[in-house]
């Protein structure tokens, strides 16, 4: 198996170990999605996106170096180092011992510039975390104060209970910004920005001038608060009521000065994120069918709009900062572990800001395999890797950063994706898609540096097909792997120790569900071709872990399953939410759009119910280690 210049591979092994050849379509796809031609050739020396020599390949190789403890670092000839905190030294013919971890550059005599990422060799891990937790949805998990899905108070709270309950940590789904235009989209897996969060989770009565709304403010909370009526979530009639009431206390808002610190600290990033929801708000959704004065970020006329439209840039600024208030008082309650999207909305802020990095024109996925044999498509815009390895890594950098803030550790789903991703040129369904390689080493060592400044734990999502090495190469960087009972071989005794485990996932039946084989008919509802073999052999599988009775409930079953799972050595272990309530219904279906409520059903009690239920006690008790 051999790659081109560009990263894509020749050939491919899918789970039955069959070969798929990459063929000269699909190359020429995505190397058009890269803008590199297809009768490019061997000879270009630029890449023309940055204006910056490169080698022969237009791969710039020399861009960037990684310094990890035991490099080698001889110099070929002496360069002027521009450290990351302004100062600079001078290194002849080797880099010196004592360069702090960070992101610096190298000028050489000729005054060419290239990266060096100075990173420690491994990412925060302490020997002494041994925890559990919750895995939680956020917007499922209300409380009788939420307005219609919970929000980052909910979160606060969930947090005290679970602390109190023995646990370390709660692992969120993403919370992400969507595009602040209705229809709000459902997915936390479809961000607009991986680096801002979505203000729908912002607690409204806990943002200081709220009280000065009086009976409107009031008005606004009782409706929200009767959206807690129907389980299933409307986030269109949340953005409406929230916005409304947000809108109106900042119209009271003069300036503060912590206000003026965090939009300092944000810098560019938040002004074009504040830019890009205002001009969303004017244009629509879809920055690619904006004016086309308003599509790029560096434009006179965006320049323009954005002083004319001052105030509601500033509005934007002004969630995410009482977002990100909020969200460090939801953690100061218990470690949060976040969750890193693997991609991307198209339309979105990210993609505005970053347009000349992404293959506008391929999605991501993953091939086809026992459970999805027509593969699939996730409909995320990635990256084009040697195009992010010029522009220094800033996106990825900005985004683990982000994505570490308030938090106590990272999930990073389809983790495999940092050493290749299975791209989808549109139009060609997953069959006609290839795996495209990214440099794993320097990517990672960026997550190393983030993790150790952060002092976050860093889980790497390994489910689905994993190539050789890659589980060892995480290991050594000291990434927890992500393992479930449910496709685990052995016995949880058996399990690794560098892992944070699980029984199920977001994306798979809850124990209830496919105990009762309720998750089965589900499917057959709407109209999935369930694989009830499969199924069976999972329900069977969970009944031998400890002896489960074939007529046993769902909550024994549940309490046994966990009772089964706390016997893993490995430093996490997580319980969902939905398994200690004994949810029937799985948060997502993949393969569905309208035919399931996705990222759409509220727990069935309220936090206040939830906090003295008698299950989620016995699953504490069983997993308190």
């Keep these: 198996m051999s790659t081109d210049r560009f990263g894509i591979s020749d050939r491919y092994h899918d789970a039955h170990g069959a070969e798929h050849v990459t063929t000269p379509e699909t190359r020429a796809a995505l190397r058009r999605a890269m803008g590199v031609p297809d ?6 020396a630029r890449d023309d996106s940055f204006g910056a020599v490169s080698g022969r390949d237009g791969t710039a190789d020399d861009l960037v170096r990684v310094l990890q403890p035991g490099d080698v670092r001889a110099l070929a000839a002496p360069v002027e180092l521009l450290l990351e905190d302004g100062t600079s030294r001078v290194a002849d013919a080797a880099l010196p011992d004592d360069l702090p971890l960070g992101y610096h550059r190298l000028r050489a005599r000729d005054g060419r510039e290239s ?14 975390l041994r925890t559990w937790g919750w895995a939680a949805q956020v917007y499922a998990a209300r409380s009788r104060a939420s307005w219609g899905m919970g929000d980052l108070a909910d979160l606060a709270r969930l947090g005290r209970w679970t602390r109190g309950l023995g646990a370390g940590c709660i692992m969120v789904n993403p919370l992400s910004a969507p595009t602040p235009v209705p229809l709000i989209e459902p997915s936390p897996y479809y961000p607009s920005s991986r680096r801002f969060r979505n203000p729908l989770y912002l607690r409204v009565e806990d943002v200081p001038g709220f009280e000065a709304l009086g009976a409107a403010g009031e008005r606004l909370a009782n409706a929200g608060r009767a959206l807690n009526r129907d389980r299933r979530i409307d986030r269109d009639a949340v953005f409406r009521l929230k916005m409304e009431a947000l809108q109106a206390i900042f119209a009271r808002f003069t300036d503060d000065p912590a206000f003026e610190a965090y939009r300092a600290q944000q810098g560019t990033a938040l002004v074009e994120f504040a830019t890009y929801c205002a001009l969303a708000e004017r244009h629509g959704k879809d920055w690619r069918r904006w004016p086309v004065e308003h599509r790029r970020p560096d434009e006179a006329a965006v320049r323009v709009f954005r002083s004319e439209q001052a ?10 900062w009482r977002l990100d208030v909020q969200l460090a008082a939801a953690a100061r309650e218990i470690a949060i572990v976040n969750d890193l999207p693997i991609g991307i909305d198209i339309a ?20 086809p395999d026992e459970f999805s044999t027509t593969g699939q498509d996730w409909g995320l815009t990635p990256f084009v890797p040697h195009r992010l390895r010029a522009a220094g890594y800033r996106p990825f950098i900005e985004t683990i950063r982000a994505m570490l803030a308030h938090a106590g550790g990272l999930r990073i789903d389809h983790v495999m994706g940092l050493f290749r991703l299975f791209w989808i040129p549109r139009g060609m369904g997953a069959k006609g898609g290839a795996y495209v390689r990214a440099r794993a080493d320097e990517l990672l060592a960026i997550v190393a540096i983030e993790s150790v400044r952060a002092g976050a734990f860093i889980v790497g999502e390994d489910l689905g097909t994993v190539e050789d090495g890659v589980r060892e190469t995480l290991a050594k960087r000291k990434l927890l792997s992500y393992r479930l009972l449910y496709f685990e071989p052995t016995t949880a005794r ?11 996932t977001h994306d798979l039946a809850t124990i209830a569900g496919l105990w009762s084989g309720s998750d089965v008919a589900d499917q057959k509802r709407i109209g999935l071709a369930p694989n009830e073999a499969a199924m069976r052999g999972l329900r069977d599988k969970i009944a ?13 079953a549940i309490e046994r399953t966990y009772g089964a799972l706390a016997e893993a050595p490995s430093r996490v272990l997580l319980a969902t939410l939905d398994d200690a309530l004994a949810v029937p219904e799985r948060p997502n279906m993949p393969g569905t759009v309208t035919e399931w409520p996705n990222w759409s059903l509220a727990l069935p009690q309220p936090l206040e119910e939830i906090e003295t239920a ?9 997993l308190t280690r």
Excluded: N, Y
């Design 39 to 44: 009768d490019r050739g061997d000879h270009a």
């Design 115 to 128: 990266s060096l990422i100075v990173a420690p060799a491994a990412c925060h891990l302490p020997d002494d």
């Design 311 to 320: 105030d509601r840039v500033r509005f934007h600024a002004w969630l995410q």
């Design 348 to 367: 979105g802020a990210d993609a505005w800001c970053w347009q000349e990095l992404m293959a506008a024109d391929v999605s991501v996925g993953a091939p």
């Design 494 to 504: 058996h399990f690794p120790e560098l892992a944070l485990t699980s029984v199920t």
């Design 544 to 556: 031998r872990l400890d002896g489960i009775p074939a007529d046993a409930s769902s909550e024994v």
């Design 614 to 622: 008698a299950l989620p006690r016995k699953l504490a008790a069983a």
